[in-house]
C-alpha cells in the first residue's frame, strides 16, 4: 500500500514547509503544484525538493484556482499509483491528529472513501492581544501547533481515495468516482487556516480573485469564504447564508478573528474536544444495493464467530 497525495498550494510560505515534512513521516510521495505564490512558496518548496525524492514539483499555474487543478495534478502523476493505493488530498495548512498509514492500513478492502474530521484552528481575540505584544510570538520559525492554539471540531470532507481499476478523476470534478463505499470512521485532521493578521489578509485577497475568476463555472470555488454569518457558521451555530452575488472585495481580516471564549484550547497534551456527530456533515450513503451490505455482514458475524468457537 502506498499513499500518494496531491498538492496544490499558493502563498503559504509560513507553513507550508513544516506541513509537507511532517506529511512525508507518512506519506510515499506528494505531488506539488504551486498556484502562482508570489511570497517566497516556490522557492521553499524547490530547497524542499532537493532534500527528499519523495516530494515531486509538479511545476506551476499562474491562472486563477479551480477544482479542476487537483484533477490535473493526479492525471499527470495516475501511472505511479496501483490498485489497493490510497490517494490524498493534502492541503497546505494541515497536520493530521490520526497517523493516516496507520489508520488506512485497518480499512477494510470493501471500503474506498475516508473522510476527515476538521479541527480548524483560528487566530481569536487572545491572538491578537499576544500578537500586538510581541509579534514574534507568531513568527514561522516556530511550530505551528505553538503559534495558534484554539480551535474547533466543526467540518467533515473527503481526504482519501482508495485507487480502484474503475476510479475516474474528470477534469471537472473535485473528486474521482466510481469507488468504493465511505469508511464509517473519520480520520482526525488539524487544519491551521488563519494564522496572523498578514497571512490572513493574504489568504482573502487571494480567494477573492479565486471567487471572481470563478463565478461563471459551475464549480465555482471558495464560496465558504463569503457568507455574511461567518462566526456563526465556523461554531456550527448556523447554516452558511452565502449570497447570489460574491462581494467584488475582501472583507477586512479583522472579521476572521475569533472569540477564543467560544474555541476549545490545544494544551498539546493529545486531548482534543471532538464535535457531536450530527453537528458534522454526514458521510454519502453506500452506493452498494442492501442485500450486498447484509450479505457482508453475515460473511463478518460468520467469520468472527466461527473464530471464537
Not at 476538521?118 to 500586538?132: G, H, I, V
Not at 509579534?135 to 466543526?154: A, G, K, M, Q, W
Not at 466510481?178 to 482526525?188: L, Q
Request: proline residues 8%; neutral net charge; glycine residues 4%.
Amino acid at each position: 500500500m502506498h499513499i500518494h497525495c496531491v498538492t496544490v498550494v499558493k502563498n503559504e510560505v509560513d507553513v507550508v514547509g513544516e506541513t509537507l515534512r511532517r506529511a512525508l513521516d507518512w506519506a510515499d510521495t506528494i505531488y506539488v503544484l504551486d498556484n502562482g505564490s508570489t511570497d517566497g512558496t516556490w522557492e521553499l518548496l524547490q530547497d524542499l525538493a532537493a532534500t527528499s525524492s519523495a516530494l515531486v514539483l509538479a511545476g506551476r499555474d499562474d491562472g486563477p484556482f479551480h477544482n479542476a487543478l487537483r484533477a490535473q495534478l493526479y492525471h499527470a502523476s495516475a501511472d505511479r499509483g496501483r490498485p489497493g493505493d490510497w490517494w490524498c488530498r493534502l492541503d497546505a495548512d494541515e497536520v493530521y491528529i490520526d497517523d493516516p498509514r496507520a489508520f488506512l492500513r485497518r480499512v477494510p478492502p470493501r471500503y474506498g472513501l475516508v473522510w476527515g474530521s476538521s479541527f480548524t484552528y483560528f487566530f481569536t481575540d487572545r491572538d491578537l492581544e499576544r500578537y500586538e505584544a510581541d509579534p514574534s510570538r507568531y513568527d514561522s520559525s516556530l511550530p505551528i501547533d505553538e503559534r495558534i492554539r484554539y480551535y474547533h471540531n466543526n467540518w467533515s470532507e473527503l481526504r482519501f481515495v482508495r485507487q480502484t481499476p474503475e476510479m475516474r478523476w474528470p477534469l471537472d470534478r473535485d473528486w474521482p468516482i466510481r469507488t468504493k463505499a465511505p469508511y464509517p470512521r473519520r480520520i482526525r485532521v488539524k487544519n491551521f487556516v488563519y494564522r496572523s493578521p498578514e497571512q490572513i489578509r493574504r489568504r482573502l485577497t487571494d480567494r477573492y480573485a479565486a471567487i471572481a475568476a470563478s463565478a461563471d463555472r459551475d464549480d465555482a470555488c471558495f464560496r465558504h469564504e463569503t457568507p455574511s454569518n461567518w462566526v456563526d457558521v465556523q461554531l456550527n451555530r448556523a447554516p452558511r447564508v452565502v449570497a447570489d452575488t460574491p462581494p467584488s472585495s475582501p472583507p477586512s481580516w479583522r472579521s476572521r478573528i475569533m472569540p477564543a471564549a467560544e474555541l476549545h484550547y490545544d494544551a498539546g497534551d493529545g486531548a482534543y474536544v471532538e464535535a457531536a456527530p450530527e453537528t458534522l456533515p454526514a458521510l454519502p450513503p453506500t452506493s452498494r444495493p442492501a442485500i450486498y451490505a447484509a450479505r457482508q455482514l453475515w460473511h463478518d458475524l460468520t467469520l468472527r464467530v466461527g473464530w471464537r468457537a
